[in-house]
């Protein structure tokens, strides 16, 4: 080829990225019979679009479009693949360009692997990150809530298929799961602490706050909410002195309220811990407090 000035010049060309855009290209300079050396940064050519289903605007399935250019691509005689690399600097002028390629380490002969994957299954070096073990933290939980605990865990078995129903008891015994508790319950099963929270934050029957020894549940599913649920829920909040998911300072009462509990012929209902209360007037609720004080 010449320039405008009419002198010769000869030399290869660089295609940098080895998409489908990149591997096209590659495949016309290769077969006008120029040397292409085709530069990607990933460890294999193909780039984005295996991981499309179709194209758009014809739909034509993604993989029948590039395989065919990679397997063309890969055997070409005029095509040198300079996969894991990247171009670092480019000097020159058109015609006379010189190119700096910086090749990352694949610590296999590329030229020799067939893909079996023995390599990394024989490889003495893992890329396992590497701690020192702290020193685990002394459990906060007295002496007779860990007997409790324990003898909780051991009529489930320490395994974490019992783990629901173990936080469920300890959330009973308790009335909230403490974080020992908590703790205590990660180690005997043998999973991981922030495993055990998830499950005990997904579920609103479990608490991690402490809650009262009565659990005041306020109906407000659309039956209770129009025959006055929330005028029952104020006059709750102004008798007990706390506002709707509060615990009074005695750990006595918890004020919750709840979309329904499935009395929509008695409502508005309330129910205190497993009583229910249903037809309920302001009136009452002064009654109710002072029957569970």
Known sequence: MSDESGNNKTGSVLVVGAGIGGMQASLDLANSGFKVYLVERGPAIGGVMSQLDKTFPTNDCAMCTLSPRMVEC?????????????????????????????????????????????????????????????????????PDELVEVDRIIAAYGERESSILPILQDINTKFNWLPPGAVRRVSEAVGMPLSRVLRIATFYNALSLEPRGKHIIR????????????????????????????GTTDDLRFSLETVNCVGCCGQSP?????????????????????????
């Open 269 to 293: 209902v309330v129910t205190v811990n497993d009583d229910i209360y249903g037809y309920m007037k302001q009136t009452q609720v002064p009654k109710i407090v002072k029957q569970y004080k």
């Open 218 to 245: 306020v109906c407000m599913g659309t039956a209770c909410y129009v025959k006055g649920g929330q005028r029952i829920l104020e006059s709750f909040e102004r008798e007990l002195n706390i506002k709707d998911g």
């Open 74 to 142: 890969g055997g070409h005689i005029n095509i040198e693949k300079l996969t894991y690399s990247e171009v670092e600097n480019i000097k020159g002028k058109p015609g006379a360009f010189k190119v700096r390629i910086r090749k990352k380490a694949r610590s296999v002969q590329a030229d020799k692997c067939t893909g079996c994957g023995e390599c990394m299954a024989n490889c003495p070096v893992q890329n396992r990150p590497y701690s020192e073990p702290m020193e685990p933290e002394p459990l906060e939980i007295t």
